[in-house]
């Protein structure tokens, strides 16, 4: 069945340094992938959504790319800021059942330090 | 930012309770989906709508949930009889059928 991996449960880095959040899928059917972020006691809020293959998509400094070869669309930033504390899931958009509803990773918890 | 209204943010229940709670989508979103959110971050998708009929559920909700989204009226998801391990965070979406926008969710303890 689909699927998506989040191979880093915990990421820690130090302000300005770069970040890059993996993440992998596994379908069948036309990959919709997606990137959330939660803050503590809040919504999940979109950040990026996959456009075509090898296609890099951006919002806020954040920036993926879809890549069907490798099935990966990878979230990375160049420069973190303390703001940037948040977890972060990645989700497919599964069409499997009819019903598109999202996948999610299992997340993964970035903390950034002054 | 999203749109998504969710009453109430908190809910506190005893076991075998009814525990209901409801949701508001973004204006012109005909897709509603309901997920559940544990204690470890995991997301369960639980029901979706479009226009008020029920597209796909699973099968603990059809079991044990009841839902709906009349027109004109909020979304609710209501549990008949709360189990310990009902306690997470109730998230809704709506949905443009392209992207899913979520409310801040009811968090529902169970005692």
């Known amino acids: 069945g689909d699927s998506v991996t989040q191979t880093e449960g915990l990421v820690t880095l130090t302000k300005g340094l770069p970040v890059m959040l993996n993440c992998t899928y596994q379908?069948?059917?036309?990959?919709?992938l997606f990137w959330y972020v939660q803050h503590l006691n809040e919504a999940p809020k979109l950040l990026l959504k996959?456009?075509?293959?090898?296609k890099r998509t951006e919002h806020q400094g954040f920036y993926a790319t879809l890549h069907k070869s490798s099935s990966s669309f990878h979230l990375q930033k160049s420069s973190v800021q303390l703001s940037d504390s948040a977890l972060y899931f990645c989700?497919?958009?599964?069409?499997?059942?009819?019903?598109?509803?999202?996948?999610f990773g299992s997340g993964t918890q970035l903390t950034v330090m002054p | 930012n999203s749109k998504v209204i969710q009453t109430p943010r908190y809910l506190v229940k005893g076991q075998g309770q009814k525990a209901k709670m409801r949701c508001i989508p973004e204006?012109?979103?005909?897709?509603v989906f309901w997920y559940q959110q544990n204690k470890n971050n995991e997301f369960k998708f639980l029901i979706n709508?479009?226009?008020?009929?029920?597209?796909?559920q699973i099968d603990m909700t059809e079991k044990r949930f009841s839902a709906e989204c009349p027109s004109n009226s909020p979304c609710s998801l209501e549990i008949q009889s709360s189990e310990a391990g009902d306690s997470a965070l109730y998230l809704c979406?709506?949905?443009?059928?392209?992207?899913?926008?979520f409310g801040p969710g009811t968090r529902l303890t169970v005692l």
């Open positions: 989700a497919l958009r599964t069409a499997s059942s009819g019903s598109w509803q999202l996948i």
């Open positions: 379908t069948t059917y036309s990959p919709f």
């Open positions: 204006k012109g979103h005909p897709v």
């Open positions: 709508f479009q226009n008020q009929e029920v597209l796909q």
């Open positions: 979406a709506s949905s443009n059928r392209d992207e899913q926008y």
């Open positions: 996959s456009s075509t293959d090898n």
